[in-house]
């Protein structure tokens, strides 16, 4: 059984950085694919960013590209999700899961991952 807790969220203000965190526990999950994904107050939760269980590849949507970087640490039970230049729309509730699967991301990051953290809120406000 893997457990993943978020952590790092906060207020910050527009053009501010943050970096998220997302530590297992219960396993080691440098083998997981692991997904940080964005519930927005009103919106759908989607996948941002994503790393995969090698490393090898990485994929971000086209509004978090070039300000989000997805990345694993050297004792691979800790991922990162670090956010530069915030913008409002930014705001929402992170969220990191992870999974043992060879996921591709032909199409994005995947929707459907087998553990997931409880999330961690961000707020990009003035």
């Known amino acids: 059984q893997v457990q993943l807790v978020e952590s790092g969220g906060g207020l910050v203000q527009p053009g501010g950085s943050l970096r998220l965190s997302c530590a297992a526990s219960?396993?080691?999950?440098?083998?997981?694919?692991t997904v940080w994904f964005r519930q927005a107050p009103g919106k759908e939760q989607e996948g941002i960013a994503c790393?995969?269980?090698?490393?090898?590849?990485?994929y971000y949507e086209r509004d978090v590209e070039g300000r989000f970087t997805i990345h694993r640490d050297n004792t691979k039970t800790m991922v990162f999700l670090q956010m530069s230049d915030l913008k409002p729309e930014d705001t929402g509730i992170y969220y990191c899961?992870?999974?043992?699967?060879?996921?591709?991301?032909?199409?994005?990051?995947?929707?459907?991952?087998?553990?997931r953290g409880q999330g961690t809120p961000v707020i990009v406000s003035p």
């Open positions: 899961a992870a999974d043992p699967r060879p996921f591709t991301f032909q199409n994005g990051c995947p929707r459907h991952l087998r553990y």
């Open positions: 219960g396993s080691i999950f440098d083998y997981f694919a």
């Open positions: 790393i995969a269980d090698d490393n090898s590849t990485t």
